[in-house]
């Protein structure tokens, strides 16, 4: 299949609207990640979107739509399904980098859910984001436009690099601000859970919402281990209960490994790992942050791609405080680095 090159101007955008409605896939900026769109209440649609990924269909979508009232038809009981937190947390942080779980109205099909009973929503802020689904006129879901385990894509380049060939067209925009995934969080049960953290942070969620947030379990312990998607085994006794964070994630060719310490500690691990690794003949990279998540997540994923094309073996990487949106930061980068801190 050949892959469209799309802009980001309007008739462009109607296009890519069209070719959603009638069953296509389409990359898309968001403020986040680049996504993969299809319509989400096309079964024979989200089920293409598993197979050009290679994700496992168990890992449930989010479906994004253009105006918060579109939620409505979505989730069980419409406008009443909606709690006083769910409420707040749209008011104060839609547009934006938050997802919300939700149970789910009949129309969205299992497939889009992974089978689950509840559907993960998402409002983005992205202008072309949003004007993309309103011209489609449909709910969009859309995964990370990478393939299943690599580094999400943050540039339309990146999202070629997987997806070309694969897929009907990417609209060509703007490196993403944030750079990381959004904020999961769980607000079917009794309390607020955090599923996936992100640029929205536990703090701010609670100071919206004037009570405790909690990370979900998965996000505070080191797993036993991590799935690998392309395996399609999706059983290693580790259960999150976000069924994507159980498979090897953000990791790219080149082996990484998370350097932690002071100044001093920091030079000298680096100095030790940087040398032993020349004597193999291998080539290292160091990326250090200076402990600002900003900048770590809006650069993250693009250098890993870029490290991977520039053929680098190993990947030092500083780490970060891991409070506020460092913790989210320091998700990924556990991720990337299969949990291998440098002592
Ligand atoms: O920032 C983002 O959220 C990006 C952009 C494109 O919007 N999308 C994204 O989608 O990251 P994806 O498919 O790569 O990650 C979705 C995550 C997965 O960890 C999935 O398991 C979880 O959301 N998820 C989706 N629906 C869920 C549900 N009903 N219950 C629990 N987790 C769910
Ligand atoms: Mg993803």
Redesign the pocket.
């Known amino acids: 299949m050949e892959t469209l090159r799309l802009s980001t101007n309007e008739s462009d955008l109607k296009l890519a609207g069209e070719i959603i409605r009638a069953g296509g896939l389409v990359a898309f900026p968001?403020e986040?990640?680049?996504?993969l769109g299809a319509n989400a209440l096309d079964a024979e649609a989200v089920a293409s979107v598993y197979k050009a990924k290679g994700r496992p269909s168990d890992?449930?979508?989010?479906v994004?739509i253009a105006n918060a009232t579109d939620l409505y038809a979505l989730i069980d009981g419409g406008i009443k399904g909606l709690s006083d937190d769910a409420s707040k947390l749209m008011i104060s942080l839609w547009p934006g980098?938050l997802?919300l779980?939700f149970k789910k109205a009949d129309i969205v099909p299992d497939v889009t859910?992974?089978g689950?009973d509840?559907?993960?929503i998402?409002m983005?802020s992205n202008p072309t984001a949003r004007r993309l689904i309103k011209l489609t006129g449909r709910p969009i879901a859309?995964?990370?436009a990478n393939l299943s385990g690599r580094p999400?894509p943050t540039t339309a380049d990146d999202v070629l690099e997987d997806m070309d060939g694969r897929i009907n067209a990417v609209i060509m925009g703007e490196q993403c601000d944030v750079g990381i995934?959004?904020t999961?969080v769980?607000l079917t049960g009794d309390k607020p859970y955090i599923?996936?953290p992100?640029a929205v942070t536990k703090e701010k969620l609670e100071r919206i919402l004037r009570r405790a947030v909690l990370y979900d379990n998965s996000l505070l312990e080191k797993p036993a281990a991590v799935a690998d998607p392309e395996d399609g085994v999706a059983d290693t006794g580790f259960k999150p209960?976000?069924?994507?964070?159980k498979y090897i994630h953000y990791s790219p060719k080149a082996t990484v490994r998370l350097i932690e310490g002071d100044d001093n500690e920091f030079r000298s691990k680096v100095m030790r790992l940087g040398l032993e690794a020349r004597e193999k003949g291998l080539k290292v990279a160091l990326l250090d942050y200076d402990n600002d998540p900003g900048k770590a997540a809006h650069k993250l994923f693009a250098e890993l791609r870029e490290l991977d094309r520039q053929g680098y073996d190993l990947v030092l990487i500083r780490t970060l405080e891991e409070k506020g949106f460092g913790f989210s930061v320091m998700n990924r980068m556990l991720k990337s680095a299969g949990y291998d801190v440098v002592k």
Do not use: C, F, Q, W
């Open positions: 968001t986040t990640v680049y996504g890992n449930p979508m989010i994004h980098p997802t779980i859910t992974g689950l509840t559907v993960a998402r983005p859309a995964p990370s999400s995934e959004s999961v769980d599923l996936r992100g209960k976000s069924p994507g964070m």
